[in-house]
């Protein structure tokens, strides 16, 4: 048997953890990365016999190296959209918020302007209206 074998499944296990939504959902279909390619497959052990067990190390390991190129690209490739969402996102808010500060200003403007009317008036008055 090989020993390399034990430290590919335990450095596999060891990453399982890794693996972001982004990935887990392109798994499902509900997103995907097209341009990193098909997500590979994970092999069949075979432990019939020590040659076959031989052979499906090989196999792991090829995965192993695979799969982990191919998280990659997906991590970064989510990375991007998510960073470019994230930016149009923060425009559309600042936008928003641009102009509700505007409403904001121009309405605190306005009751200084009235309050400031009236009290010239009541003052013009003596007081007396209102």
């Given at each position: 048997?090989?020993?390399?074998?034990?430290?590919?499944?335990?450095?596999?296990?060891?990453?399982?953890?890794?693996?972001?939504?982004?990935?887990?959902?392109?798994?499902?279909?509900?997103?995907?990365?097209?341009?990193?390619?098909?997500?590979?497959?994970?092999?069949?052990?075979?432990?019939?016999?020590?040659e076959h067990y031989n052979a499906s190390v090989d196999k792991v390991t090829a995965y192993e190296k695979a799969?982990?190129?191919?998280?990659?690209?997906?991590?970064?490739?989510?990375?991007?959209?998510?960073?470019?969402?994230?930016?149009?996102?923060?425009?559309?808010?600042?936008?928003?918020?641009?102009?509700?500060?505007?409403?904001?200003?121009?309405?605190?403007?306005?009751?200084?302007?009235?309050?400031?009317?009236?009290?010239?008036?009541?003052?013009?008055?003596?007081?007396?209206?209102?």
């Open positions: 048997m090989r020993k390399g074998f034990f430290l590919v499944l335990g450095g596999l296990l060891a990453g399982a953890g890794l693996a972001d939504s982004g990935t887990a959902r392109a798994a499902t279909g509900a997103w995907g990365a097209p341009a990193c390619g098909a997500e590979p497959a994970a092999p069949s052990v075979d432990v019939s016999s020590v799969a982990r190129a191919y998280n990659t690209c997906v991590a970064r490739t989510a990375n991007k959209e998510e960073t470019a969402i994230s930016n149009e996102a923060r425009e559309k808010i600042a936008h928003i918020h641009e102009g509700s500060s505007a409403v904001q200003k121009r309405i605190a403007g306005n009751f200084v302007h009235l309050t400031a009317s009236l009290k010239a008036a009541s003052a013009k008055f003596g007081g007396s209206a209102h």
